[in-house]
């Protein structure tokens, strides 16, 4: 499943392609065929992430909600130079098309109109997103501590922190050295105020190369590029989705059973939880 990087990444690929003008909905594959009659014509004012979800805003007070759960897809692609349209490939829940590009959802878990009301409603519930401006880190600390579950099981939790899949969990559990077993009420003010910055600095990084960088060497040098505005002039190159990535696939932990840590040298354990495969160093990761 997408992790909260990757939506926010897209909301700022509709609004490069779509924001400020009319655009034009369809539902080529007929399942939202009512819902894109309402969006179609309008103009799309703006996109937004809130964790898993994506919120984009039209004229009259209607909203697209949605959220791409597993296999949903969600590429805006260029038009072709002397090209009419993008021929429609695979079943398109809703096309989104205006001047020079066009956006095709395949296979999402939710795909709705909404009302500003319906909006609220469903944010409401979750915890603090670390890539909005209104994020409050105070709230996922209250949410973890009211709860005896491990920690690594409470940051799935999107009503803890929103926006944090399998690889942020393991990758930042790794960073800060923390017992994933760790009950979450006894996780210490400190260590969480470490793994909420850790996040807060990491998943801004995963927006601006569409890429999870949690490797030292990475972190440093894509922050290098932030700064000096390498990184919007690759951002703004990124159509589509599964591009190649800027950075090599490196991790501490994740997917690497068995391998020996790049610390410490010990094995990399591997076990289910909260219905994926954790991965951590039993040896590195002891702290409360």
């Known amino acids: 499943m997408p992790e909260g990087h990757t939506i926010h ?9 779509f924001a400020g003008r009319p655009v034009q909905a369809s539902s080529p594959q007929g399942r939202f065929a009512g819902g894109a009659a309402l969006l179609d014509g309008r103009e799309l004012f703006g996109s937004q992430g809130y964790g898993k979800h994506l919120f984009s ?34 079943a398109v829940r809703l096309r989104l098309r205006g001047d020079g590009h066009v956006a095709d959802l395949r296979g999402p878990m939710t795909c709705a109109v909404r009302t500003p009301e319906e909006v609220e409603a469903i944010m409401a519930p979750l915890g603090p997103d670390p890539l909005r401006p209104d994020a409050d880190p105070d709230l996922g600390w209250q949410r973890l501590q009211r709860s005896s579950k491990p920690v690594a099981e409470l940051l799935m939790d999107q009503k803890v922190i ?37 996040l807060a600095m990491l998943l801004p990084l995963g927006v601006a190369f569409n890429q999870i960088l949690t490797m030292d060497d990475q972190v440093e040098q894509a922050t290098a590029e932030v700064a000096s505005g390498a990184a919007a002039a690759y951002t703004a190159t990124l159509t589509g989705q599964g591009l190649g990535d800027r950075f090599e696939r490196r991790f501490f932990t994740y997917k690497r059973t068995g ?11 591997a076990a289910p939880l909260a219905g994926r495969t954790l991965y951590w160093c039993g040896r590195c990761q002891r702290r409360r």
């Open 162 to 198: 929103a926006g944090v899949g399998n690889v942020y969990r393991c990758e930042v559990l790794f960073r800060r050295r923390v017992d994933p077993m760790r009950p979450g009420n006894e996780i210490r003010p400190a260590t969480w105020r470490a793994i909420w910055e850790d």
């Open 9 to 17: 990444s897209l909301a700022h690929r509709l609004d490069r392609a």
């Open 57 to 90: 805003e039209f004229a009259g007070d209607v909203w697209l909600h949605v959220h791409l759960g597993l296999i949903g897809l969600f590429p805006v692609l260029p038009i072709p130079d002397g090209a009419a349209d993008v021929p429609v490939t695979g």
């Open 259 to 269: 391998e020996p840590c790049l610390v410490c040298g010990s094995r990399i354990r």
